[in-house]
């Protein structure tokens, strides 16, 4: 590995005697890792089917497993079905330390892809609210995506700076992840091609964003409220310098200890002269775990957390007959009041969400489908918030079953007497429980209504 003679000088600063140890890491295998969706399934069931050979427990996540190539968890259903997102295990940390309770309202700043959005959701468990933002809006198709997989019905999903998102929700949230744009020397060693982008655009201007960035989560943070800021690298303007930069301007805020675990690294004040006991932070090096380099600091503001008041909730309008007919075969619990039809498009709306008008937003909760003439055709992100017990018909496959991964790829299955509990009409088509879409059934025939976007090698 060719790395910048500047970027090893800077990591000889932050590590002394232990640089070589590091430089030979880059001859150390790769880790890949899974985190569960404990939001669909707990850890215990899902250890109890675990199709794959090579799972073993990411000791920083009480969710998260390391996986081998061999076992392709990408090409398995339970993929689809939102079981576990694929994540590289260091960056599991972040949104397994931000402490999450349901019904909290829950910022992700910096969002997109979704990997620890996803996880965010997940512990919120259908309550409460995620705002999941990202700056750059064509990052935020994916990252509603996988929100939707995960099957997360309580969703904002915008694209806006965190000024303009200040003008709705000044000190709105209980807790904030801010995983920072960064210069990503964490990386260089799975992904090398993060080098030459570095040697362009290096620590001094990643550092100038997190500032930026920093500053306009603190407004958005209720007193009591708790961030987490996280990088992917080892930069101490990134890192240390970020941290003291903020602590230094704003006083209502102090650190939190984060629960260590064996490899761990405390922040190093000292690197930047700081007066803030920033050893509270963690640094993670892959010589020293199994994992990637990453940082985190975990900050509380000071105050009282005042409880969430049930701002804009909707009005109980009836709903069309086509809606209410379908919605007599789910028996989710569903607060028809938080119904809304725009257009011919029907969303369930979180509770407590203040109007969203003049905010760029891909998303605003649950898009539950669309009425079309005289029927109502339910959306593929409705499909993955039920559970198997919740829709009244229900076509459900082993994974093995061939017949699932034609169901991914679009095709048109036939179904046996008795597989289906209702003989025609519409059906929740589950994996071993777990709802993957929808199919219409006639005549033994099922017709395919997996999301054509989502397809297996769509
Ligand atoms: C490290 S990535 C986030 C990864 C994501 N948290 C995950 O786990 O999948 C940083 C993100 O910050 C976004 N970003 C950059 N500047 C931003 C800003 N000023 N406000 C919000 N997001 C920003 C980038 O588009 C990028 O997607």
């Known amino acids: 590995m060719n790395l910048p003679q500047s970027f090893i000088e800077n990591m000889s600063e932050i590590l002394g005697p232990e640089l070589d140890e590091y430089l030979e890491s880059y001859e150390k295998p790769k880790f890949t890792g899974?985190?569960?969706?404990?939001?669909?399934?707990?850890?215990?069931?899902?250890?109890?089917?675990n199709p794959f050979k090579s799972l073993r427990r990411v000791p920083w996540t009480p969710n998260g497993y390391y996986y081998t190539e061999e076992d392709a968890p990408t090409k398995h259903p339970y993929y689809y079905a939102g079981l576990y997102y694929i994540q590289e295990p260091s960056a599991m940390t972040p949104a397994s330390v931000l402490p999450i309770e349901e019904g909290e309202r829950v910022l992700d700043l910096c969002a997109a892809p979704g990997g620890k959005a996803t996880e965010l959701g997940a512990k919120l468990n259908h309550t409460g609210l995620l705002v999941a933002n990202d700056a750059s809006a064509s990052r935020t198709k994916a990252l509603l995506k996988n929100l939707e997989v995960f099957g997360l019905p309580n969703i904002l999903v915008t694209s806006e700076m965190g000024d303009k998102l200040d003008r709705y929700f000044h000190e709105y949230f209980d807790k904030i992840l801010i995983d920072a744009p960064c210069s990503g020397?964490?990386?260089?060693?799975k992904q090398a091609h993060m080098i030459p982008a570095w040697e362009r655009?290096?620590?001094?201007?990643?550092?100038?964003?997190?500032?930026e960035i920093l500053d306009q989560a603190a407004n958005l943070l209720k007193p009591g409220g708790t961030m987490?800021?996280?990088?992917?690298?080892?930069?101490?303007?990134?890192?240390?310098?970020?941290?003291?930069y903020f602590l230094s301007n704003h006083?209502?805020?102090?650190?939190?200890?984060?629960?260590?675990?064996?490899?761990?690294?405390?922040?190093?004040?000292?690197?930047?002269?700081?007066?803030?006991?920033?050893e509270h932070c963690v640094r993670l090096f892959p010589h020293k775990i199994d994992g990637?380099?990453?940082?985190?600091?975990?900050?509380?503001?000071?105050?009282?957390?005042?409880?969430?008041?049930?701002e804009g909730a909707a009005k109980s309008a009836k709903l069309p007959a086509e809606l209410e007919d379908f919605l007599k075969d789910v028996s989710m619990p569903l607060?028809?009041?938080?119904?809304?039809?725009?257009?011919?498009?029907?969303?369930?709306?979180?509770?407590?969400?203040?109007?969203?008008?003049?905010l760029r937003f891909l998303r605003s909760g649950l898009y539950m489908g669309e009425l079309l003439k005289k029927r109502f055709e339910p959306s593929q992100a409705f499909a993955m918030v039920l559970k198997k017990q919740e829709y009244a018909s229900v076509i459900d496959l082993p994974a093995v079953d061939v017949r699932i991964l034609r169901y991914l790829k679009g095709e048109t299955i036939e179904i046996e007497d008795g597989e289906s509990t209702r003989d025609a009409g519409w059906q929740l088509v589950c994996v071993d429980g777990y709802p993957l879409g929808w199919g219409k059934l006639i005549r033994g025939t099922l017709r395919n209504k997996y999301f054509s976007g989502w397809r297996m090698n769509a």
């Open 251 to 278: 006083p209502e805020f102090h650190l939190e200890e984060i629960p260590w675990c064996e490899g761990f690294c405390p922040g190093k004040p000292e690197l930047v002269g700081s007066k803030f006991p920033l």
């Open 292 to 310: 990637e380099g990453h940082f985190l600091a975990l900050l509380t503001k000071d105050g009282e957390r005042t409880p969430n008041a049930m």
């Open 201 to 211: 655009q290096g620590p001094e201007v990643f550092s100038k964003m997190q500032r």
């Open 185 to 189: 020397e964490g990386m260089f060693r």
């Open 34 to 49: 899974l985190r569960v969706n404990t939001s669909k399934i707990s850890v215990e069931e899902f250890e109890r089917i």
């Open 228 to 244: 987490l800021y996280s990088t992917c690298t080892f930069s101490k303007l990134e890192n240390e310098g970020s941290m003291d």
């Open 335 to 358: 607060e028809k009041t938080q119904i809304q039809v725009k257009d011919t498009k029907v969303f369930l709306m979180p509770e407590g969400l203040k109007g969203c008008k003049g």
